[in-house]
């Protein structure tokens, strides 16, 4: 490689991001060299703001840039619902869908015996506590439907009964599928037709 | 979208990178957000290194961090050969196939009628000054196998004619292939087996 060590450094650390290979990340480089001032000094100032500034929200685990998230500040986003994803990811993925207009509260994974997860692994304990201190009357349990998440969910719903309404998401969620590769209005949809666990 | 300004503006930059679209975009930072302490700094670092350093080689065209780069600094590499390339990847891939020891010579592009690229567009004038002052004694034209790429190749074999030895690559590169998508074992082999044009 003709290339000088930076550059090849540079090459192999863009290489550890998830859809980039070597191959794809040495284009990646070439690509911002050559747009080194529209992009690569822009991206590389942004990154370092972001690396310096973004933090887990103490509440509900979404990424932000304080220690409690916009959407656990916004009064308006208190309606007493809270959803319950696995990953910011599919809080995203909900958030583009624009339909649901209460709180999140992000689990950060799912239970899996095979891997070891149990429920103090994840946020469980801190979901059951944020029902009663934020007047909670209705939580959906969107969680990929994958037989680890709907172990989760049915974890989660075991915990929760009698105490709020439990929901899930309606069909519309492909058998195998994650929420962060669905199109907004099939999310949109299984949002709205939501049904009573 | 919850994921404050910056992020946002994160995810909108790395969208504008080859390979990756606003999808896997959103994935990559996310990635980089949890791994911004072994992952975000480091990359952040580099690029802005990079993006101040990298500079195009005055001679050659490659890309380094210096005016002129390594191989057209390094004594060893003044064989009287020159291989011609359309791209700084294509010099990257022929650089990892190792079996090339001379000097390059980085086109920037193709010769193009319908984009209005014309000789005086790429490097072609500093190619022939380089005939001259290097003392080369053979020229290979390692330009991709597609039209536009083999009217270079045709273009700059005339304007060479009789002053040197014109090599191109031989056959082993596919028709219509690009060079930066070649395996390393084929492009040794097309090195190899050059023929004289």
Redesign the interface.
Known sequence: ????K??D??IE??A?????GP??A????????RK??L?????????????A??RECLNCG????ADI???CNANKRANGQICVVED??D??AL??SGVFKGR?HVLGGTLSALDGVGPEDLSIPRLVDRISSEDVTEVILALNATIDGQTTAHYIADQLEGRVVLTSLAQGVPIGGEL??LDDGTISAALTARKTV
């Open positions: 490689m003709s290339a000088t930076d550059i450094a540079l650390l863009m550890k991001l998830p859809g980039l191959r794809s040495r284009r990646a480089v070439l690509h911002l060299i080194r001032g992009l690569m000094t822009p991206l590389a100032d942004l990154m370092t703001e972001v690396a500034g973004a979404n990424i932000g840039t998230c916009d959407i910011v990811a809080l995203w958030e583009r999140y962060d590769y």
